[in-house]
């Protein structure tokens, strides 16, 4: 499932008329690089859940026939649901193990790999992730035991990220495998995002939430900065 469905506010004028999952990376939209490489590694059926400025994708996309691909979508209403509440929305369409990926980013991870590490693990979510760097001001913190997840602080306040000051935690990748079941923690028609409410949720409760660690690269484009560094450094072909 490829979640695309944000209003990308940081990504302001660009994306006030087209979605951030189809801004032009050398004459391509961003999420059809992603796409050829899921395809590179066997992946063909793609659910794209969207909302500000779906139709566009659509548009573009089709039914995905085009690149050899199966494409479906699922289209938040006038609410916006937040990432995990829109994926409970699309549960009808999805089955038992799911991958969700979020439409902003690219990553080259084996992701054959990070299913096997899933099944092997017994998870109920595995959770791609990075290490994280020393002096990193934002994003996730998250600790590991033998491969599963302890915390999972997102947007930590600089007093939590000194209290781990010297220990190695990890970065979310914003990449997950998801079995349905841990869809029942999600209110129905509820906005809810998955790194501040499922996953600190499913830790708290004990369940097998594990992380699966790669080096492999990995871009997020969220803001514009990180759009022309992107474009200047030729980071993408």
Known sequence: MIVAGGLATRMRPMCEKIP???IDIHGKPLIEHQLAIFKEQGFREFIFCVAHLGEKVEDYFGDGSRWGLSIRYSMDGEKLLG?????KSAAKLLPEHFMV??????SRQNFNNFVNFHFKKKAVVSISLRERPRG???SSLITLDQDKITHFIEKPSQMIVDQYEGQTTYINNGIF???KSALKEIPED???DFSFDLFPRLI???KNVCGYVSND????IGRPEKYKNVLEKNMIQ
């Open 136 to 138: 990193y001001k934002s």
């Open 83 to 87: 990432t995990a509440g829109a994926v």
């Open 217 to 220: 690269f990995y871009v997020e």
């Open 190 to 192: 509820w906005k809810s």
């Open 177 to 179: 495998i998801v079995n």
């Open 204 to 206: 708290a409760e004990g």
């Open 20 to 22: 951030k999952c189809l």
């Open 101 to 106: 990926y979020y439409g902003d980013a690219i």
